[in-house]
C-alpha cells in the first residue's frame, strides 16, 4: 500500500493539465514531463518494448508467461487532468482510518469535505483518504488508473507464479478535451481487447457511455452609446439569455441521472458586441442525440427569425459515440472483469458511463474496451479524493483479469 502512496503522490504533483482552447497534440507541452517520467519507470520495473511516440502516447509489454496461447490483453488510462480546474502545485493530504465525519480541506478559506453534501463519503470509513488540500483538484482522474496499471505490472514482474498472458498497457494524453484516443495507434498496440481504469467508485464497470456532441453558439450584436441606443443597440448577451431560456430547463446535468441525456452550459464569454456560449450535448440512445442537435439548432433558427436577421450561428461537432454497439458483441470482456471483482469479494456495478473514455473511442477503432473503476470521487474540481485501499483493489483486479483470460485459454 506504501507504493501505491508513493507512486500516487509522484504522479499527482505533476502538472498535466489538458488545454481544450490549443489544437496542437498534445494541447499542453507539461504532459510530457509524467509520460517521459513514466516510460524511464516502466523500463526499471522490467516492462519490455517501452516507446512514447510523437504524439505523448506511452505504450510498453509484459510478455506473457505461459507456453499456450492466450488473447492478447491491453490496459489503457490517460495522463492528462481537466482543464476545468487547475493542477498545478497538487499537495495531497491524507486522512488514515477516515472517521465519517467532515474533513476540512483548507481551515484558512474554510473549504470542508462533508458527507452530508458528498455521501459517498461514507462508503470509505474506516480507509485512508487521498484529498486535496482545498486550492486544486487531485487528479486521481486518472493518475489512480496509471498508479494501479503500473502497480499490477510490477506485481505481476515480482510474482512469476502468477500466469498470464501478453499484456500491453497504454498512457494517453488529452483524454479530458476528447482527443485521447484520435491518434492511438491501435495497430501498434496490438490487444485483442482492452481494459479503461477511469471509473470512480469501487465495483463499477461500465460498457456503455454517452453518445456526445460539442456546440458552440456564437451570438453577433451591435454596439452604440447607450444614450442613443434606442432602435440601434443590439445586445448579444440578452439574446444568449434568450437562447439559454428556450432549452428544455431540466435537461441539465443537475437534474438528471442514469440513461438521461442533457444539455451542459460550461463556459461563457460577453459583451455587447459579441456572446459566445459553450455547451456539450449528451444522450446514452443514439436516436435521443440525434434530436437533442436538432432542438439545439432549432432554438437558434427561432431566435433568428424573431430577430428577422442571422444574428445566431451554431458550430456543432460529434465527438464520440456510445460503445455498447461495439462491446454486445465481444461481451465476455466484459463478463471475464465481472468474474475478477467476484473472485476477490466486490460486487459489480454495471452501469452506463455519464460521460466518456478514450474506451469509446477506442472501441470504434477496433479496440473493444470496457471501463473500470480507479476509485476516485468528485473528479475535477477542489473536493476530489481517492482511498488508498480502492487503488489497491483496482490493482487486483487488473491481475485477477490477467489469470482468468489465462485460464480460460487453456
Same mark, same amino acid.
Given at each position: 500500500?506504501?507504493?501505491?502512496?508513493?507512486?500516487?503522490?509522484?504522479?499527482? #504533483?505533476?502538472?498535466?493539465?489538458? %488545454?481544450?482552447?490549443?489544437?496542437? =497534440?498534445?494541447? #499542453?507541452?507539461?504532459?510530457?514531463?509524467?509520460?517521459?517520467?513514466?516510460?524511464? &519507470?516502466?523500463?526499471?520495473? +522490467?516492462?519490455?518494448?517501452?516507446?512514447?511516440? %510523437?504524439?505523448?502516447?506511452?505504450?510498453?509489454?509484459?510478455?506473457?508467461?505461459?507456453?499456450?496461447?492466450?488473447?492478447?490483453?491491453?490496459?489503457?488510462?490517460?495522463?492528462?487532468?481537466?482543464?476545468?480546474? @487547475?493542477?498545478?502545485?497538487?499537495?495531497?493530504?491524507?486522512?488514515?482510518?477516515?472517521?465519517?465525519?467532515?474533513?476540512?480541506?483548507?481551515?484558512?478559506?474554510?473549504?470542508?469535505? /462533508?458527507? /452530508?453534501?458528498?455521501?459517498?463519503?461514507?462508503?470509505?470509513? +474506516?480507509?485512508?483518504?487521498?484529498?486535496?488540500?482545498?486550492? #486544486?483538484?487531485?487528479?486521481?482522474?486518472?493518475?489512480? *488508473?496509471?498508479?494501479?496499471?503500473? /502497480?499490477?505490472?510490477?506485481?505481476?514482474?515480482?510474482?512469476?507464479?502468477? $500466469?498470464?498472458?501478453?499484456?500491453?498497457?497504454?498512457?494517453?494524453?488529452?483524454?479530458?478535451?476528447?482527443?485521447?484516443?484520435?491518434?492511438?495507434?491501435?495497430? $501498434?498496440?496490438?490487444? %485483442?481487447?482492452?481494459?479503461?481504469?477511469?471509473?470512480?467508485?469501487? *465495483?463499477?464497470?461500465?460498457?456503455?457511455?454517452?453518445?456526445?456532441?460539442?456546440?458552440?453558439?456564437?451570438?453577433?450584436?451591435?454596439?452604440?452609446?447607450?444614450?442613443?441606443?434606442?432602435?440601434?443597440?443590439?445586445?448579444?448577451?440578452?439574446?444568449?439569455?434568450?437562447?439559454?431560456?428556450?432549452?428544455?430547463?431540466?435537461?441539465?446535468?443537475?437534474?438528471? &441521472?442514469? !440513461?438521461?441525456?442533457? !444539455?451542459?452550459?460550461? /463556459?461563457?464569454?460577453?459583451?455587447?458586441?459579441?456572446?459566445?456560449?459553450?455547451?456539450?450535448?449528451?444522450?446514452?440512445?443514439?436516436?435521443?442525440?440525434?434530436?437533442?442537435?436538432?432542438?439545439?439548432? $432549432?432554438?437558434?433558427?427561432?431566435?433568428?427569425?424573431?430577430?428577422?436577421?442571422?444574428?445566431?450561428?451554431?458550430?456543432?461537432?460529434?465527438?464520440? =459515440?456510445?460503445?455498447?454497439?461495439?462491446?454486445?458483441?465481444?461481451?465476455?470482456?466484459?463478463?471475464?472483469?465481472?468474474?475478477?471483482?467476484?473472485?476477490? +469479494?466486490?460486487?459489480?456495478?454495471?452501469?452506463?458511463?455519464? *460521460?466518456?473514455?478514450?474506451?469509446?473511442?477506442?472501441?470504434?477503432?477496433?479496440?473493444?474496451?470496457?471501463?473500470?473503476?480507479?476509485?476516485?470521487?468528485?473528479?475535477?474540481?477542489?473536493?476530489?479524493?481517492?482511498?488508498?485501499?480502492?487503488?489497491?483493489?483496482?490493482?487486483?483486479?487488473?491481475?485477477?483479469?490477467? &489469470?482468468? @483470460? #489465462? &485460464?480460460?485459454?487453456?
Amino acid at each position: 500500500m506504501q507504493k501505491i502512496i508513493d507512486r500516487f503522490v509522484k504522479y499527482v #504533483t505533476v502538472d498535466t493539465q489538458s %488545454d481544450p482552447n490549443n489544437p496542437d =497534440f498534445p494541447s #499542453t507541452d507539461k504532459q510530457w514531463d509524467l509520460a517521459r517520467s513514466l516510460v524511464e &519507470e516502466l523500463k526499471e520495473i +522490467g516492462l519490455e518494448d517501452v516507446t512514447i511516440d %510523437d504524439n505523448c502516447y506511452v505504450m510498453a509489454t509484459l510478455p506473457s508467461n505461459v507456453d499456450f496461447k492466450v488473447p492478447i490483453l491491453g490496459f489503457i488510462a490517460h495522463i492528462d487532468t481537466s482543464p476545468d480546474y @487547475t493542477g498545478k502545485n497538487v499537495k495531497p493530504q491524507f486522512h488514515p482510518n477516515y472517521n465519517g465525519e467532515d474533513i476540512v480541506l483548507n481551515k484558512e478559506e474554510n473549504i470542508v469535505l /462533508s458527507p /452530508s453534501y458528498f455521501d459517498d463519503l461514507l462508503l470509505y470509513k +474506516g480507509k485512508t483518504l487521498i484529498t486535496t488540500d482545498g486550492t #486544486t483538484l487531485l487528479g486521481a482522474d486518472d493518475k489512480a *488508473g496509471i498508479t494501479e496499471i503500473v /502497480s499490477a505490472m510490477e506485481h505481476l514482474i515480482n510474482h512469476p507464479e502468477i $500466469k498470464h498472458g501478453k499484456i500491453r498497457i497504454g498512457f494517453t494524453p488529452d483524454e479530458e478535451v476528447g482527443k485521447g484516443a484520435h491518434l492511438f495507434d491501435v495497430e $501498434k498496440f496490438g490487444a %485483442d481487447w482492452a481494459y479503461t481504469m477511469d471509473g470512480s467508485q469501487v *465495483g463499477e464497470l461500465e460498457y456503455e457511455n454517452f453518445n456526445a456532441a460539442g456546440a458552440k453558439v456564437i451570438i453577433n450584436g451591435t454596439i452604440v452609446h447607450p444614450g442613443y441606443a434606442k432602435g440601434k443597440m443590439v445586445n448579444s448577451m440578452l439574446i444568449a439569455s434568450d437562447f439559454m431560456a428556450a432549452l428544455p430547463k431540466n435537461e441539465i446535468p443537475e437534474s438528471t &441521472e442514469g !440513461y438521461e441525456g442533457f !444539455y451542459h452550459l460550461h /463556459s461563457m464569454n460577453g459583451e455587447v458586441e459579441k456572446t459566445e456560449l459553450e455547451y456539450i450535448i449528451r444522450d446514452h440512445d443514439i436516436q435521443l442525440f440525434e434530436e437533442r442537435k436538432i432542438v439545439f439548432q $432549432k432554438v437558434a433558427d427561432e431566435l433568428n427569425e424573431k430577430l428577422g436577421r442571422n444574428l445566431v450561428k451554431v458550430e456543432m461537432k460529434d465527438q464520440y =459515440f456510445n460503445m455498447k454497439e461495439k462491446i454486445e458483441p465481444v461481451m465476455h470482456i466484459v463478463d471475464i472483469a465481472e468474474e475478477a471483482m467476484k473472485q476477490l +469479494g466486490i460486487t459489480p456495478l454495471i452501469k452506463a458511463i455519464r *460521460g466518456g473514455t478514450d474506451g469509446s473511442q477506442l472501441s470504434y477503432k477496433g479496440l473493444p474496451c470496457p471501463n473500470i473503476f480507479a476509485g476516485g470521487h468528485n473528479f475535477h474540481g477542489r473536493y476530489e479524493y481517492v482511498a488508498v485501499e480502492s487503488m489497491q483493489l483496482a490493482t487486483d483486479v487488473i491481475v485477477k483479469i490477467a &489469470e482468468i @483470460t #489465462t &485460464e480460460r485459454a487453456k
